[in-house]
């Protein structure tokens, strides 16, 4: 019990830190409903509130030195840390319903994992946003899918893009290694495993279940992986050194061998055999272990 309070108390302080860490560093965007902006809207742990800078009349977003604000907080003594910001943008909190373009969202990263599962989407535009038009459609760089958090545009009926920022809390279903695994070795149920994990990014497109044709290892992958399109490739209908049936095609008559394959290949794949002769010619594959004189 002892021990479990302990550990309880140790997890209060780390995350205490944490947070007094984020909220005495100054970031680079923070949003505004009044115009001027108090040390409270950027840091609520100062002892005293006082006034930072006032955004000129009619701007919606206003670009200040990092360096003036850090300056105004230390004479006032309640010191930030800079980070690595170099300017701080303030933008006005827009009312902007952004249902539809989560909606947008949602359905992106459905289409290219069924399983996921969604808890929350944020949205943050870059600049004021009034509205948006009605018809708004957000188009996602091509790979946006691999990471759970990107920059989408919205154009408007004049084709200017404007800008967001997003960022999806998720988890999904993916295909993990269940031990260690050998370059060349079959992708079955045998070696995977579906494990759920919070979406981050993946350096490729992971696999939520077994493809449909025969698949191998690109590499040797440590116990408990996660699989993406990068690890795996096609496997061969065709394997060096395997016996293999050659075709001969002469009008309509079909003269059979055997032979034996000196590469590996897929469909279609233009090999080199060698016949009982030990003399090597080149065949097309066009099945399991079967090929076509060329």
């Known amino acids: 019990m002892l021990q479990l ?39 609520a742990n100062c002892s005293k ?11 919606t977003s206003y ?15 309640c010191p930030l840390d800079s980070g690595k910001t170099k300017y701080v943008n303030f933008t006005k909190r827009s009312n902007t319903d952004y249902t539809q ?4 969202i949602t359905t992106y990263f459905l289409a290219n994992y069924p399983s996921m599962t969604i808890q929350s989407i944020q949205i943050i535009p870059h600049g004021y946003i009034e509205s948006l038009p009605k018809s708004a459609r957000a188009v996602f760089d091509k790979d946006g899918y691999t990471k759970n958090k990107g920059v989408f545009y919205v154009p408007d009926a004049n084709g200017v893009r404007h800008y967001f920022e997003y960022s999806v809390d998720a988890s999904l279903q993916v295909l993990h ?5 050998s370059r060349k070795e079959p992708l079955t149920s045998n070696n995977t495993t579906l494990k759920n994990v919070p979406f981050t990014s993946f350096r490729g497109t992971p696999l939520i279940t ?20 990068r690890h795996i490739e096609p496997r061969p209908i065709v394997l060096r050194d395997a016996k293999v049936s050659v075709q001969v095609r002469s009008d309509s008559v079909i003269v059979e061998f055997i032979a034996t394959a000196m590469q590996e290949g897929a469909l279609y794949d233009i090999i080199t055999i060698e016949k009982a002769d030990k003399k090597r010619i080149r ?9 076509e004189l060329q």
């Open 177 to 181: 290694t269940m031990q260690k695994t």
């Open 101 to 104: 373009l989560e909606e947008q």
């Open 63 to 77: 670009r200040v030195n990092a360096q003036i604000i850090l300056k105004t907080f230390e004479l006032n003594g």
């Open 283 to 291: 065949a097309k594959i066009i099945g399991d272990n079967t090929v």
């Open 210 to 229: 077994l493809p449909e044709k025969s698949y191998r290892f690109r590499s040797s992958l440590k116990a408990d992986t996660i699989i993406t399109d």
């Open 5 to 43: 309070h302990l550990m309880s108390k140790f997890i209060f302080i780390i995350i205490f830190f944490l947070s007094n860490l984020y909220a005495n560093t100054l970031q680079q965007s923070y949003f505004f409903t009044s115009a001027t902006i108090k040390s409270a809207d950027l840091n």
């Open 49 to 59: 509130d006082f006034e930072i800078l006032r955004i000129p009349d009619g701007k």
